[in-house]
C-alpha cells in the first residue's frame, strides 16, 4: 500500500518561525530522490534551497509560491512506496483497527520538525486488526487545503527574476522558460514585458489599485529582517557618528600598479578591498570597536577575530554577508573573498549562515555616487564604516592647490563601547592607511 510522508518547513537558521514559498522544483505526480531540491524558500536573511530526505513520487504541495508559512508546517506529501498500490480516495480508517503509533523517520540534519508516515502499525500486545480492503487505505494527512496553482503548473524562476516581473507586472504563469528545465530568465521576463500582446495582469497579481494609483506590496522576508533589525539598533545602541576627508590618491595608484602585476592578475581589486584591509589592521590596534554590549550578561564583549560584514544591496534588499577571520587574509585573499562574497549575494544564494555574528561592517554608498552618509549599526556589532564616493577635488598638497582623488569616510559606533577617543583613532588610522598605504608596514 501507499506509504505518505509529509515534509515540513524546515528551520534552515537559528530562530527561524516563518518563510516565504518562492517556487517550487516539482509537482503532483514527479518522482523525486534523495536529497533532490524540491522547494525554494525565503527567509528573513536570505533564499534557501531545501532537499527533501526521501524518495518517491510527489502527491500533493499544499502551499502556494508566495504564501507565508510557519516552520513546522507541512508543505508537500510524497508516497515513498508509489509501487505498493495506486493512490485511492480518501476514506476513513476501518473502525476495527487498533490504536496506531505513528512511525517516525528524522529528515535531513537541521531540517526542522520530523515528517509523519500516515500508514500505520498495531501497538504492542493489541489484536492484529483485520487486513483492509485495497479501498480503504489511510489518505495522506494533509493540512488545511489551499488553492492550487494555476492549473497545477507553479513557474520557475529565481528570486530576482520573480521581482522584475513583478515590477513590470509580467505575469509568470503565462510564460515559457528558456533556460534547461524550462526556468524562466530575466529576458523571457523583459520579452514579455516589451511584446506587443503583453499578459493582463490583475491587481492581485501586482499589489497595483488603478483606483488609487497605489501598489502595496507586504512586509516580509529580508526587508522585514532589516527594518526590525535597524529600529532596534537605533533605539538601543547610542549612535555616535564621525566624518573623515582624505586625499587617496596614492591608493588608487597604488591599484593601478597591482592590476599590472602578475601576482595579481586576474584578481579585482577595488577601494573596498583596500578598506577591509584598512579597518582589519586598525582594529587591532583599538579593540574596542570590535567588541559589543552583551546587556543580558552586562559584559562587553572582545572578539579576538574580525569576521567582517559587507552590506549589499540585492534584488530582495539589503544584507550584509560576512568574510569570516578577514583579519587573517592577504590582501589577494581578502579581493577573492569579497568578489565570491558579493557574487553570490547578488544571485540571491547567500545562506543564513553567511550572515550571522558579524563583529564590525562596512557599507559603500560611493558606489551609487553619494559622498558620505550616517550609517545604522548591525545589532550584536559596535561599528559600521561608510565609504563615499572618490571623486577628482582641489586638494592642497606642499602649499600648491591640485587635483587629487578625494574620498569621504564616515564611521557611526555604540558609545556604550566605544569612546570618542577610540572612535577617533580608529577613523584616523583606516584613514591614513587608506591616504597611505605603505603605512600597513608600520601595523
Known amino acids: 500500500m501507499p506509504t505518505y510522508k509529509q515534509f515540513p518547513l524546515a528551520d534552515t537558521a537559528e530562530g527561524l518561525t516563518e518563510a516565504d514559498i518562492l517556487s517550487w522544483h516539482v509537482k503532483p505526480g514527479d518522482t523525486v530522490t534523495v536529497n533532490q531540491i524540491v522547494v525554494e524558500i ?35 506529501t510524497i508516497d515513498v512506496d508509489p509501487g505498493g498500490a495506486a493512490a485511492p480516495a480518501p476514506v476513513a480508517a476501518p473502525a476495527a483497527a487498533a490504536p496506531a503509533e505513528e512511525e517516525e523517520m528524522k529528515p535531513l540534519v537541521g531540517y526542522g520538525s520530523k515528517a509523519v508516515v500516515t500508514q500505520r502499525r498495531a501497538r504492542k500486545g493489541a489484536a492484529p486488526a483485520a487486513p483492509a480492503p485495497a479501498a480503504a487505505v489511510v489518505a495522506p494527512p494533509a493540512p488545511a487545503p489551499v488553492a492550487a496553482p494555476r ?32 526556468v524562466i530568465t530575466r529576458d523571457d521576463v523583459e520579452r514579455a514585458a516589451n511584446g506587443s500582446a503583453a499578459p493582463a495582469v490583475s491587481a492581485v497579481d501586482t499589489g497595483y489599485d488603478p483606483a488609487t494609483r497605489e501598489r502595496r506590496v507586504p512586509i516580509k522576508g529580508v526587508r522585514k529582517m532589516t527594518a526590525a533589525a535597524m529600529v532596534q539598533s537605533a533605539y538601543t545602541a547610542p549612535h555616535v557618528t564621525e566624518f573623515l576627508t582624505i586625499d587617496v590618491t596614492p591608493m588608487m595608484e597604488f591599484r593601478e600598479k597591482l592590476k599590472k602585476s602578475r601576482e595579481f592578475a586576474g584578481v579585482k581589486v577595488t577601494p573596498l578591498t583596500f578598506a577591509a584591509k584598512a579597518v582589519c589592521l586598525a582594529a587591532k590596534r583599538t579593540p574596542d570597536i570590535n567588541a559589543v554590549w552583551d546587556e543580558a550578561a552586562q559584559e562587553i564583549v572582545y572578539k579576538d577575530y ?48 553567511a550572515m550571522a555574528n558579524g563583529t564590525i561592517t562596512i557599507t559603500n554608498v560611493g558606489v551609487f555616487g553619494v559622498d558620505t552618509g550616517t550609517p545604522i549599526i548591525n545589532p550584536g556589532e559596535s561599528a559600521i564604516l561608510c565609504l563615499g564616493a572618490i571623486k577628482d577635488q582641489p586638494w592642497v598638497v606642499d602649499g600648491e592647490i591640485k587635483v587629487r582623488k578625494v574620498l569621504q569616510l564616515s564611521l557611526s559606533f555604540d558609545h556604550r563601547v566605544v569612546d570618542g577617543q577610540q572612535g577617533s583613532e580608529f577613523l584616523a588610522d583606516v584613514g591614513a592607511l587608506l591616504a597611505d598605504p605603505a603605512m600597513a608596514m608600520t601595523y
Request: charged share 20%; hydrophobic share 45%.
Open 42 to 76: 525565503e527567509t528573513a536573511k536570505a533564499a534557501v534551497e531545501l532537499p527533501i530526505p526521501w524518495a518517491g513520487v510527489v502527491t500533493e504541495l499544499h502551499v502556494e509560491p508566495g504564501q507565508t508559512v510557519e516552520v513546522g508546517t507541512a508543505i508537500l
Open 306 to 353: 574580525v569576521h567582517l560584514g559587507i552590506a549589499a544591496a540585492t534584488p530582495r534588499g539589503l544584507i550584509v554577508p560576512k568574510v569570516r577571520d578577514a583579519d587573517s587574509l592577504s590582501l589577494k585573499e581578502l579581493a577573492a573573498a569579497l568578489t565570491e562574497l558579493t557574487d553570490v549575494a547578488r544571485e540571491g544564494k547567500t545562506s543564513p549562515a
Open 151 to 182: 492549473g497545477g503548473y507553479v513557474p520557475l524562476a529565481k528570486p530576482p527574476v520573480r521581482k522584475l516581473a513583478k515590477d513590470l507586472g509580467v505575469d509568470l504563469h503565462a510564460l515559457t522558460g528558456s533556460a534547461d528545465g524550462g
